[in-house]
C-alpha cells in the first residue's frame, strides 16, 4: 500500500457531475442557446483558462467566461440543495485511515465550494490539505495540482494513489507520476485514457478491495 492518497472532487467524492449538465445546460438555456453534444465531455474535468478556451472553441459566438459563470452559479445552487457522496467513499477512507495513508483533495473547484462540501458531508477531517483551484496556475490535465498535493503531503508523486473520473483527471495523475485509479462517472475509457491509469474500477468499494488485498 502506497503512504498517500489524492482525491478529485467533482463526480469522484461527490456525485455533482450530473448537477453540472444541468447547470450548462440551464446557462445556455438562459442565454438563449442550445449546449452542443459532445460539449459537457470536452469540459469535464478542466477548469480555468483552459477551460475558457474550450468552450469559446465549442460556442465562439457565446461570451464564453460569461456562460462558464453562469454555469457555475447554478451548478453551486444545485449542490447547495443536494450533495451526494460516491458509493464506496466511506469505505477506502476509513481503509487508508486504518493503515495511516495521508490523503488530500486536488479539485480544480473554487476553495469555498470545495470546503463548504466536504464540511456538509463530515468528510474535512480525513485530509490534511486540499488543493483547489486557487492554489494553481495550470488546470488538469496539466499536473500540477497533483504534484503539489505530493509535495504538500511530503511525499514523491510515485509514493500516491490519484483518484480521478475524468479523463482530464486521469491524464493529469498520469503525467504527475501517480499510480492513477480511474473510477468512471458519466463516461467510459477509452484507449488513450487506458493507456493513462493503473486501474479502472466501478466504484471506490472496489477500488478499496484491490488495495487491501495488495493488488495495487
Same mark, same amino acid.
Given at each position: 500500500?502506497?503512504?498517500?492518497?489524492?482525491?478529485?472532487?467533482?463526480?469522484?467524492?461527490?456525485?455533482?457531475?450530473?448537477?453540472?449538465?444541468?447547470?450548462?445546460?440551464?446557462?445556455?438555456?438562459?442565454?438563449?442557446?442550445?449546449?452542443?453534444?459532445?460539449?459537457?465531455?470536452?469540459?469535464?474535468?478542466?477548469?480555468?483558462?483552459?477551460?475558457?478556451?474550450?468552450?469559446?472553441?465549442?460556442?465562439?459566438?457565446?461570451?464564453?467566461?460569461?456562460?462558464?459563470?453562469?454555469?457555475?452559479?447554478?451548478?453551486?445552487?444545485?449542490?447547495?440543495?443536494?450533495?451526494?457522496?460516491?458509493?464506496?467513499?466511506?469505505?477506502?477512507?476509513?481503509?487508508?485511515?486504518?493503515?495511516?495513508?495521508?490523503?488530500?483533495?486536488?479539485?480544480?473547484?473554487?476553495?469555498?465550494?470545495?470546503?463548504?462540501?466536504?464540511?456538509?458531508?463530515?468528510?474535512?477531517?480525513?485530509?490534511?490539505?486540499?488543493?483547489?483551484?486557487?492554489?494553481? =496556475?495550470?488546470?488538469? +490535465? &496539466?499536473?500540477? /495540482?497533483?504534484?503539489?498535493?505530493? $509535495? *504538500?503531503?511530503?511525499? !514523491?508523486?510515485?509514493?500516491?494513489?490519484?483518484?480521478?473520473?475524468?479523463?482530464?483527471?486521469?491524464?493529469?495523475?498520469?503525467?504527475?507520476?501517480?499510480? =492513477?485509479?480511474?473510477? +468512471? &462517472?458519466?463516461? /467510459?475509457?477509452?484507449?488513450?485514457? $487506458? *493507456?493513462?491509469?493503473? !486501474?479502472?474500477?466501478?466504484?471506490?468499494?472496489?477500488?478499496?478491495?484491490?488495495?487491501?488485498?495488495?493488488?495495487?
Amino acid at each position: 500500500m502506497l503512504h498517500g492518497a489524492v482525491f478529485d472532487q467533482d463526480g469522484l467524492i461527490f456525485d455533482t457531475e450530473v448537477q453540472f449538465i444541468r447547470a450548462w445546460n440551464m446557462a445556455a438555456e438562459r442565454m438563449g442557446f442550445v449546449m452542443p453534444k459532445g460539449f459537457h465531455a470536452a469540459v469535464t474535468g478542466s477548469n480555468g483558462e483552459a477551460l475558457t478556451r474550450t468552450v469559446h472553441a465549442w460556442l465562439p459566438e457565446i461570451d464564453a467566461q460569461a456562460y462558464i459563470d453562469l454555469t457555475y452559479a447554478i451548478s453551486y445552487d444545485l449542490q447547495e440543495k443536494e450533495l451526494v457522496k460516491k458509493p464506496g467513499l466511506r469505505v477506502i477512507l476509513g481503509l487508508f485511515q486504518e493503515h495511516g495513508v495521508r490523503m488530500a483533495v486536488a479539485s480544480s473547484s473554487h476553495r469555498r465550494r470545495v470546503v463548504s462540501n466536504l464540511e456538509r458531508a463530515g468528510l474535512l477531517p480525513f485530509f490534511e490539505d486540499v488543493i483547489c483551484r486557487e492554489d494553481l =496556475t495550470r488546470c488538469k +490535465p &496539466d499536473p500540477e /495540482a497533483f504534484l503539489t498535493a505530493a $509535495a *504538500r503531503l511530503g511525499l !514523491a508523486p510515485s509514493d500516491c494513489y490519484v483518484f480521478e473520473d475524468s479523463f482530464n483527471g486521469v491524464r493529469a495523475g498520469h503525467a504527475a507520476g501517480c499510480r =492513477t485509479i480511474m473510477i +468512471p &462517472d458519466l463516461y /467510459a475509457p477509452d484507449e488513450e485514457i $487506458a *493507456r493513462c491509469y493503473d !486501474a479502472c474500477f466501478p466504484d471506490l468499494g472496489a477500488a478499496a478491495a484491490a488495495i487491501r488485498e495488495g493488488l495495487l
